[in-house]
């Protein structure tokens, strides 16, 4: 039974495997082809890290489904903006990414490819996040809810404890939910925990290392049930006998008691034939039994 | 030896008969711990039906659009109907003596319904252009066959309908030149009717035919200046009305088509200075006109001229005419001073004679009275005597009758705003509670009586006797608290402006307060209450002080307006405290602190976001200060659609507020919905007090789950605004539902999801870990219901049992909202054929009995659902290990078993929201529904395992231990006996 499991969870492990290596080969091949030369650029202009993590998988798999369609594919840039406590916001770095549009539906734009570069810090900013560490403050940034209007309407704004970020150097977490070419929240923080209460320590980098996760919407589920699909499943269910049970299983509430009786009458007719042959016995262990008991009238009454 | 067991059997079975569990409600359990009241809400109109009906009777139309026929000797309901809550009543009368005609829905729709019984009996909808004001004329007195046609000006449009079927009989439009209609005049013994009017300058009036609503005439005259405010009718051919400078009145006189304007000034005449208004009472030969505090009364006379006749101070309320026998007119009018109120109906035509005048005592608790209407008898001696209903600023409506009153009605239970509970008082050796406790006589008397019910020998007589004993337990109706928390005080806030106080055991009102500061006045144009919360809530060592609650209101409509904030003593109902006008308030957030005299720290934000701290003592500020960098708040815009968070900072500066009770916030996070594909339309949160017994949950396969428990997850949900409509004005293409759970700290979005071709309203509750909400789905066109549960993937690796005994787990570590949350959620939808009006969820003091969803459905029913069918785990087939959970095969709908419905016969008549309130006793919980009706009742989940029900019978279970006593004593004796016979052998 175990190495049944055993030998499951490698195959499933397996089949896993090779359907994400198959993806990822796929997607990285485009990924060479289209977006090698303006990473580059941009990870050459930028002096920090970027560690780009690009994880929407379910828009990779869009893409893949949408190939087949001529797209119109356009690069687009907006811009992250971050304030120490309540000072005014200041450009904080680039987001990139692309923008595609389907052929069938022209107002279906989605956002692929994400990327994120950001400036390093300058001096007044270092002081100042530094104050914010001593003050246990918020670091806080935005970015333009529509990617395509910069200048529009709101920002969408989210902030941390500044002693969340610090490790070894400055770790940062962004989760972007869109919708179209709306972006409805960023969640923005350190990738693991932060420790309550938290200790206030300066990190020996001033380096941002960043991870990026663009969240598309999950569908609600629904298993697809047809009335039809059941009552058939009810009448297998009907066909299918129940396993036979043992005689015992069926009839035990019934047979104990009987045994119980039987084991009853039996003892009584054991003591019966006992009574008889040995009346002499009996009688003796009578009087023995009375004379403890006169001995213990006798304590009780003392 | 066989004989003792048979004997003991025999026994044990009678006594586990005696304790059975119920699983269900029985017929002669209805009312032993539920009870059901019936309201109508204030009145808006009443008409009488006393002649000739054995059964006097009067039918009224309230605010919460009811239509009552109340009996006029005792005040009960002998039939009521609730409209839609958009099909609001603008008249009432009383056609061919038999039948209630009601003009609803901005005068689209005229119903009549049976007088006797209220069956309706037809149904008209009435078309018109434009919206205009309702008219309803039921003329009496047509000549020969023309005696049932109902007269209806209605958007814009003059309809006549038969009154036998409903049919319309012909229909004109008179929109076409902006006359806003104000009569319909039928003049005595013609087919004609007139349609008088304004403009905005110009006096109309249109003579109709009544037999095919052919314009005869149509005459208008300009009136230099203009008019203001309504015309009013005093005679059948001469109207008054007016100027749009308010000092002059003007009757118009308008018999045969010919108009003749007459100017009256009110100024000159008696020297009044101030604002003139014109009552709107329908007195015959009279117009009654509004200076300061007192009334004027002027005659109308023939010629059309105005005659002053008296003017009468503090006359809070004037009825209509009255017409009896013979050809006498009456009307009345109440002058009120405190808790006296005077009546006095005068004759019209005399007005130096009154018919009645009467001084009566009422409650001071009433407010002043509102409407009155009057009604004549025929007094024993053949003289007549009369009878007013009067309408108080409570909404309560009482009976006048011969100088006393004869009934009342608290109607304003029928607008319920906010409820919240208090514990009684605890049992003292001192406090008296001797008159609702039975001897010991009369305890067992009740317990033989159960004894012979449960044996079967009982006769039906008994059988009564013991329901009623039930039934009137005196037990529930205590004012002391009980062991098992079943007995409670519900504080109810009502739209009134009234605190009502009323015990769970019977719903009786133990204390009743019209608050002060909830009562109009100068510098509060329009109270109105928001919330109740409970300030101060004594327990340990404060325990001799008496519950407060805050009652939270704003004196109008704007964000911005001036806030009131009254406390109140839970037990007397006296107010204690009161603050008015204070700042504007836009949300209050009771903190997790309290003070040394158990006082509740509340946060009062205020529309421009500055937080303000009650109570004002330096004790609270020290408290907050501590706390000042972790009280964190969100707020919903739903005209801009945003969600915002933000953290209290610190003390305002100086120029704001210079008190220190003061807080500035700053915003910490947003989150924007695109204003082209979302619209926010429901949110919903954990109840606050909410109690979560374990954080784990245990699978079938002894893998465990870690609920994602935290109490500052909102739901949200959000429509494409196509689909902001009613249901089906949209197609399934366009319209989208998303749903969110957002955490209120850091503004993280923890779910985002999608549902296609679905649409609103939506309905949600949050409990635990998980919501459940209620939706349309346009392509199933059926109505739909989904769970998400959200799970801790951070705790899933405290599973091993070796970490957890050496320490290595991560259980008692803080939680911070800044770690990054590793949550999976799990979700299903299932269709439920009911449209919902509320959703609420049991609660229990411990958390540990299972979950219900309570669901208002449509028809103001309570359903109960147990939350195992609504578990996102239930699969189609389920495993062996999975049914033993308790995991239900999956379904595509939700099962609605009659036998769930809480209400059972009952309905809660316009149901607006459901309240579950922890009894002591863990397997129970208390459910108070409310609507126009109120509805309170026990539940329990999971059956009543920690407790023997109320009727278990102890008198049996004594006489079982005493048999079986003796039975051990005599078959001793017997077996002694037989030992020594044996002996002696």
């Given amino acids: 039974m175990r190495t049944k499991s055993i030998v499951e969870a490698v195959f499933f492990l397996l089949l896993i495997l090779t359907t994400s290596l198959g993806f990822q080969s796929d997607e990285l091949l485009v990924d060479d082809e289209e977006f090698g030369l303006e990473g580059g650029g941009i990870r050459s202009q930028s002096r920090s890290d970027p560690n780009n993590v690009n994880a929407a998988t379910p828009s990779s798999v869009q893409s893949t489904r949408k190939r087949s369609v001529p797209d119109s594919d356009s690069k687009i840039q907006f811009p992250l903006e971050h304030a120490f406590g309540d000072s005014d916001f200041s450009p904080a770095g680039t987001f990139t990414a692309r923008l595609k549009s389907s052929s069938h539906g022209s107002q279906m734009q989605t956002l692929t490819k994400l990327r994120f570069s950001r400036n390093a810090f300058t001096e007044t900013e270092k002081e100042g996040f530094k104050k914010l560490l001593k003050g246990d403050d918020f670091y806080r940034i935005r970015v333009p809810s529509n990617v395509l209007n910069l200048s529009g309407r709101e920002y969408v704004v989210s902030s941390v404890k500044a002693r969340c970020l610090p490790r070894d150097g400055l770790e940062e977490h962004f989760v972007i939910h869109m919708d179209g070419v709306n972006i409805l929240a960023i969640n923005y923080g350190s990738p693991g925990a932060c420790q309550y209460p938290r200790q206030l320590k300066f990190h020996a980098k001033w380096s941002f290392n960043s991870h990026t996760v663009l969240k598309p919407t999950e569908q609600a589920p629904r298993t697809p049930i047809f009335s039809e699909a059941v009552v058939e499943e009810n009448a297998e269910g009907e066909e299918v006998q129940p396993p036979e049970r043992s005689f015992w299983a069926k009839y035990w509430m019934y047979l104990i008691p009987l045994g119980l009786i039987v084991m009853n009458a039996m003892t009584q007719a054991m003591n019966m034939a006992e009574e008889q042959t040995s009346g002499q016995a009996g009688v003796q262990g009578q009087q023995a039994i009375g004379a403890q008991r006169a001995q213990s009238t006798v304590v009780r009454r003392r | ?985």
């Fill in chain 2, 1 to 985: 030896m066989a004989k003792i067991t048979a004997f003991f059997l025999l026994l044990c079975i009678i006594f586990f008969s005696s304790c059975y569990n119920t699983f269900a409600l029985y017929e002669d359990q209805v009312g032993l711990m539920d009870w059901h009241q019936q309201y109508i809400g204030k009145v808006k109109k009443a008409v009488f039906q006393t002649q000739k009906a054995g059964r006097k009777r009067v039918v009224v139309s309230t605010e919460e659009n009811a239509i009552a026929a109340l009996d006029l000797r005792h005040g009960e309901i002998f039939w009521r109907l609730i409209l839609g809550v958009n099909d609001a009543i603008d008249e009432i009368d009383i056609a061919l003596g038999k039948y209630v005609v009601t003009l609803s829905s901005g005068g689209s729709v005229l119903r009549a319904w049976n007088l006797p019984d209220g069956q309706m009996i037809w149904e008209s909808f009435l078309l018109g252009s434009k919206p205009s004001r309702s008219l309803l004329l039921t003329p009496t007195n047509f000549g020969a066959n023309k005696d049932n046609v109902i007269l209806v000006y209605s958007n814009g449009c003059l309809h006549a309908v038969s009154s036998i079927d409903g049919d319309i009989l012909w229909k004109k439009d008179l929109a076409q030149n902006g006359m806003d209609v104000q009569h319909l005049v039928h003049p005595e013994e013609s087919d004609t009717i007139y349609t008088l009017g304004i403009g905005d300058t110009q006096f109309e009036a249109y003579v109709i035919s009544v037999r095919n609503g052919e314009v005869l005439k149509h005459s208008n005259m300009e009136f230099p200046g203009g008019f203001s405010g309504d015309l009013l009718l005093p005679t059948s051919d001469k109207a008054v009305v007016l100027d749009s400078s308010g000092s002059t009145l003007v009757s118009i006189s308008f018999v045969g088509g010919e108009i003749k304007f007459q100017k009256f000034q009110i100024s000159d005449l008696q020297g009044y200075s101030g604002v003139a208004v014109l009552l709107p009472s329908k007195l015959a030969g009279m117009v009654a006109v509004k200076i300061d505090r007192s009334l004027l009364f002027a005659k109308v006379k023939a010629e059309g001229t105005l005659e002053v006749v008296d003017t009468v101070p503090g006359v809070e309320a004037v009825s209509d005419s009255l017409t009896f026998a013979d050809g006498q007119t009456a009307f009345g009018l109440i002058q009120q001073d405190g808790g006296k109120i005077q009546l006095t109906v005068k004759s019209s035509d005399d007005w130096k004679s009154h018919f009645l005048k009467e001084s009566i005592e009422v409650d001071q608790q009433r407010g002043l009275v509102h409407k009155i209407f009057i009604n004549n008898y025929v007094r024993t001696d053949r003289t007549y005597g009369f009878r007013a209903l009067i309408v108080m600023e409570d909404h309560s409506l009482l009976l006048l009758q011969q100088g006393a009153v004869v009934w009342n009605r608290e109607d304003a239970l029928a607008s319920i705003i906010d409820v919240t509970t208090s514990e009684l008082p605890v049992q003292k050796d001192g406090v008296s509670v001797a008159k609702v406790e039975h001897n010991l006589f009369e305890w067992l008397k009740g317990h033989l009586l159960k004894l012979k019910a449960t044996l079967m020998i009982a006769t039906p007589d008994d059988l009564a006797a013991v329901l009623q004993i039930r039934l009137q337990s005196a037990e529930k109706s205590k004012m002391t608290r009980d062991h098992n928390g079943f007995r409670k005080l519900l504080i109810v806030l009502t739209r009134a402006g009234k605190l009502f106080a009323l015990h769970t055991g019977d719903g009786r009102i133990v204390w009743s307060r019209l608050l002060t500061t909830f009562r109009k006045s100068g510098t509060c144009e329009s109270p109105r209450g928001l919330k109740l919360y409970q300030w101060q809530v004594p327990h340990h060592h404060a325990l001799d002080e008496n519950p407060s609650v805050l009652v939270v209101g704003t004196c109008g409509h704007n964000s911005d307006a001036s806030g009131i904030l009254s406390f109140v003593d839970a037990y007397k109902g006296e107010e204690l405290n009161y603050l008015a006008p204070t700042r504007s308030i836009a949300l209050v957030i009771p903190l997790p602190f309290t003070d040394s005299t158990e006082q509740r720290l509340h946060l009062i934000i205020d529309a421009e976001g500055y937080g303000h701290l009650y109570p004002r003592t330096p004790e609270a500020v020290d408290i907050f200060q501590k706390e000042l960098g972790n009280i964190y708040w969100y707020s919903v815009d739903i005209n801009n659609n945003l969600l915002k968070g933000h953290v209290v900072k610190k003390n305002c500066k100086e120029e704001i507020a210079d008190d220190g009770y003061c807080f500035e916030s700053s915003d910490l996070w947003s989150v924007v919905f695109p204003s082209d594909s979302e619209k926010i339309i429901a949110t919903s949160t954990r109840i606050l007090s909410e109690v979560v017994h374990t954080q784990a949950k245990v699978n079938a396969d002894q893998d465990v789950l870690y609920k994602y428990i935290s109490k500052n997850v909102l739901f949200l949900a959000t429509v494409t605004p196509k689909a902001m409509g009613n249901i089906g004005s949209v197609t399934p293409d366009d319209s989208w539902l998303y749903v969110y759970l957002v955490d209120t700290i850091t503004g993280r979005v923890l779910l985002r999801m999608s549902h296609h071709g679905c649409q609103g309203p939506v309905h949600a509750v949050f409990s635990e870990n998980w919501v459940v909400y209620h939706y349309f789905n346009l392509r199933a066109h059926r109505y739909e219901m989904s769970v998400v549960e959200i799970y801790d993937q951070s705790r899933a690796d405290n599973k091993d049992v070796l970490k957890l005994v050496l320490g290595k787990h991560n259980l008692s570590a803080p939680v911070s909202s800044y770690a990054r949350p590793e949550v999976m959620t799990k979700s299903q939808s299932y269709f439920f054929s009911h449209s919902v009006k509320a959703v609420a969820v049991t609660s229990t003091a411990k958390g540990i009995t299972s979950k219900q969803l309570l669901i208002g459905t449509i028809g103001d029913q309570v359903l109960a659902l147990d939350k195992r069918f609504l578990d996102p785990r239930r699969t189609l087939n389920p495993t062996q290990a999975e049914k033993e959970e308790g995991i239900i095969p999956l379904t595509d709908t939700l099962p609605i078993m009659p036998q769930a419905y809480v209400t059972h016969a009952l309905k809660v008549e316009g149901l607006r929201s459901i309240i579950t309130i922890p009894a002591k006793l863990e397997s129970t919980t208390l459910v108070f529904a409310h609507g126009v009706d109120l509805f309170f009742t026990r539940l329990a989940p999971s059956k009543t395992y920690d407790s023997l029900t109320d009727d278990f019978n102890y008198a049996l279970l004594l006489l079982t231990i005493v048999a079986l006593v003796i039975a051990i004593f005599v078959t001793w004796i017997w077996s002694e006996k037989k030992e020594l016979q044996e002996k002696w052998r």
